[in-house]
């Protein structure tokens, strides 16, 4: 590729679970907040929930009455156990080269996570990517999280002249998302989600890792949309 290739093309990468191997890290997290508050949902339930933003997970693994009566001290309790192990959390094998060479062939490249706004920072700094990026938004910057579109499509917002895109993530929420906001999403299986129902819900590809993205034809069509809310 050249730095023409990208040209008017956008790809935006969630963060957890994608780029940096954290979604088992936030699972203990949530597992260990829900112990120090209430009755604590069984973790594999909390892992399939990662991915969607913790404004929806509390509800989502619980009931709309644990969300009222406990959410916020969950998500605060989720924080400080996140903030207690996230020295444990790697890069994922290829993810900074993935995000340095498409932006080195002239794609717009950002970032659009559901998860804290410090965390997501801190990613940003151990993948080493800060001067690749075009954009980092996170739950902070809009009032629905995935799966929702808002993320997506604020993110995009704030990119200049992007005529197509395409989004990178590891979770059904993930594909959701994108597609609500009118672009196909490439998947990928680290995240813990099984290939049957990443491909049921709508993924373009998926692959294990995000280095298995580094050898796939970025100027294929077929991957790209051109961006707008479907629905």
Do not use: N
């Not at 900074?96 to 940003?124: C, H, I, M, Q």
């Not at 692959?207 to 051109?226: M, N, P, R």
Request: proline fraction near 3%; include cysteine.
């Amino acid at each position: 590729m050249t730095g023409q290739a990208g040209q008017g093309r956008a790809v935006l990468f969630d963060i957890d679970g994608t780029l940096v191997d954290s979604t088992y890290h936030h699972a203990v997290a949530w597992h260990r907040a829900f112990a120090r508050i209430t009755d604590v949902p069984p973790i594999w339930r909390l892992h399939r929930a990662i991915g969607m933003g913790g404004d929806r997970l509390v509800a989502a693994v619980t009931s709309d009455e644990v969300e009222e009566k406990h959410g916020d001290d969950l998500r605060d309790a989720w924080r400080e156990e996140y903030a207690e192990i996230r020295a444990e959390v790697l890069p994922l094998p290829g993810a900074a080269e993935l995000v340095r060479r498409l932006a080195d062939d002239g794609f717009a490249v950002a970032l659009a996570s559901s998860g804290d706004p410090e965390f997501s920072k801190e990613a940003v700094e151990l993948l080493g990517v800060g001067a690749a990026i075009s954009a980092l938004l996170t739950s902070a910057d809009v009032d629905e999280s995935k799966p929702h579109p808002d993320l997506l499509e604020e993110t995009l917002g704030r990119l200049d002249g992007v005529e197509s895109a395409v989004f990178v993530g590891d979770t059904v929420y993930d594909i959701e998302s994108a597609s609500r906001a009118g672009i196909g999403c490439l998947a990928v299986r680290s995240g813990g989600f099984g290939h049957a129902e990443l491909e049921d819900a709508g993924a373009l590809r998926i692959v294990d890792l995000v280095a298995d993205l580094l050898e796939i034809d970025w100027t294929d069509a077929g991957l790209w949309s051109a961006p707008g809310r479907s629905g």
